[in-house]
């Protein structure tokens, strides 16, 4: 089993920058694909960046592409998501989730964080 904790939301002035930390419980993290994915109302939730167990292969959505950034220290039980160039439309409650496969959709991943607030002021 998998526990996962999002930290590093906040209110950011359009043009800036937040980076998120998601924190994983238990000895198999290594093993687990990790994903981020944002929540803004009244969308559904949906894929913004997932990466490999071994940090070898990362993906973005076309809509974060060139602005955000994932990345995973395996020895701190870590992922994190750089996001730089923040916009209006990046104001959402992002979740980090794990899985052993991954994917790019929400029904790929088992575990779920509870989510941190990302608010992006114009």
């Known amino acids: 089993q998998v526990q996962l904790v999002e930290s590093g939301g906040g209110l950011v002035q359009a043009g800036g920058s937040l980076r998120l930390s998601c924190k994983a419980s238990g000895r198999t993290f290594s093993r687990y694909a990790m994903a981020w994915f944002r929540q803004g109302p009244p969308k559904e939730r949906e894929f913004v960046s997932a990466?490999?167990?071994?940090?070898?292969?990362?993906s973005y959505a076309d809509s974060v592409k060139g602005r955000f950034t994932i990345s995973r220290d395996n020895a701190k039980n870590t992922v994190y998501l750089q996001m730089n160039s923040l916009q209006s439309e990046d104001t959402a409650v992002y979740y980090c989730?794990?899985?052993?496969?991954?994917?790019?959709?929400?029904?790929?991943?088992?575990?779920w964080g509870q989510g941190t607030q990302v608010t992006v002021s114009s």
């Open positions: 989730a794990a899985d052993m496969s991954g994917g790019w959709g929400v029904e790929d991943y088992e575990h």
């Open positions: 990466i490999s167990w071994s940090g070898g292969k990362a």
